[in-house]
């Protein structure tokens, strides 16, 4: 099939997807990347998922499932986090990203080569939000795990406390480099959560913002971002109700 019309094609089926799944999420920086609702049916990936798309290849509008993501041949698997090291299609980027939970809701990181100071680098999340459904009261402990230039073993990892009745969220996560914390505000409406965000690296306390969303019956997993003025301490984080 020809180029041209490969794109018409998957031009005409945007908006028809979009209206099949409710997937939520944002990015850092949408000057490469945008997350939304998968729409590309080829190879390995599905439509109507959470998904993300690349202006390196065609247009952002078309994304790509991060499920078919796992099954692309230039990914490997480290831990629970998964990398495009030889990146996914060519000039596509590199991509690190996780699942948070069992459910379709992923979170990560996106730079061309993530060499030199890394000033294209981009950190998202998105996930399914048709099933979410939050409690009216009580608290909930997360484990969570956190991506800034995942290099193999320096993810961030620790905990985050929901409490529902206050409809507040905290929590820090950390690695040897940095420490990570949110104290954000939760929208019983949307199940999102927004609010301030504090990275502590090099011995100084920088403050910046956190948004994301819960997912899942009673808020089984979250995911999120923090974003600063320095983009070298932007974090995409995941995680599950212990």
């Known amino acids: 099939m020809p180029y041209k019309t490969v794109v018409i094609a998957l031009s005409a089926i945007l908006t028809t997807t979009s209206a099949l799944a409710d997937i939520v999420g944002t990015q850092s920086d949408d000057a490469n990347i945008e997350v939304g609702t998968s729409n590309v049916p080829f190879g390995p990936h599905t439509m ?58 992923w979170f990560g990181e996106w ?32 484990a969570v795990t956190g991506l800034n230039r995942f290099t193999g073993n320096n993810a961030l990892t620790g905990e ?52 994301g969303h819960f997912f899942g019956t009673d808020a089984a997993a979250l995911a999120g971002i923090a974003t600063f003025a320095d983009r070298d301490l932007n974090t995409a984080f995941g995680g599950t109700k212990k």
């Open 48 to 105: 109507g998922k959470a998904g993300i798309g690349n202006d390196n290849r065609i247009s952002s509008k078309f994304k790509v499932d991060f499920e078919g993501l796992t099954r692309a041949s230039s990914t490997q698997k480290q831990g629970d986090i998964y990398t495009n090291g030889t990146s996914h299609a060519g000039d596509a980027g590199v991509f690190n990203f996780a699942q948070a939970g069992a459910g379709d809701v």
């Open 111 to 142: 730079s061309q080569d993530f060499a030199g100071n890394g000033q294209d680098r981009s950190v998202y999340y998105a996930g399914d939000n048709t099933q979410t459904s939050l409690p009216t009261s009580g608290t909930a402990s997360y």
């Open 160 to 211: 985050f406390n929901a409490d529902f009745s206050a409809k507040t969220v905290r929590g820090t996560i950390s690695n040897a480099a940095m420490k990570l914390s949110i104290d954000a505000g939760i929208d019983a409406k949307t199940a999102a959560f927004e609010g301030k965000a504090v990275a502590l690296h090099g011995g100084q306390g920088v403050k910046g913002a956190t948004q």
